[in-house]
């Protein structure tokens, strides 16, 4: 059975960066598109980037231009690369995947079944 670990969370000022780490076990992340999200205290989850089996990405328009998702099949893993990070990209950041082959991928959070726990990202002076 799949099961994701997220990692690399942390407290950040605001201009910094940290990259998120999403390990997978139980199963090849190589067949499953793989979204991240976050939720923010009193807020919604909400989706922040996702990619297809096939490499094509998605990001929401808050975090477009500052944040980069990749995957690594080898190591069975997907990072997520933020830089120039804000007070409002505080939240518990969660990875996610759906099994869908080719180019699709979506941030709606309804349309995956396999959620890690999540890792706090604060950015803080």
């Known amino acids: 059975q799949l099961q994701l670990v997220e990692s690399g969370g942390g407290l950040v000022q605001p201009g910094g960066s940290l990259r998120l780490s999403c390990a997978a076990s139980g199963s090849t992340l190589n067949t499953y598109a793989i979204g991240w999200f976050r939720q923010a205290p009193g807020k919604e989850r909400e989706g922040v980037s996702c990619?297809?089996?096939?490499?094509?990405?998605t990001y929401s328009d808050s975090v477009k231009g500052r944040f980069t998702i990749s995957r690594d099949n080898a190591k069975n893993t997907v990072y997520l690369q933020m830089n120039s990070l804000k007070f409002e990209d505080t939240a518990i950041y969660y990875c996610?995947?759906?099994?869908?082959?080719?180019?699709?991928?979506?941030?709606?959070?309804?349309?995956?079944?396999?959620w890690g726990q999540g890792t706090q990202v604060t950015v803080s002076s």
């Open positions: 996610a995947t759906r099994r869908v082959y080719g180019s699709y991928c979506s941030r709606m959070t309804y349309e995956y079944n396999t």
């Open positions: 990619i297809s089996t096939s490499g094509v990405t």
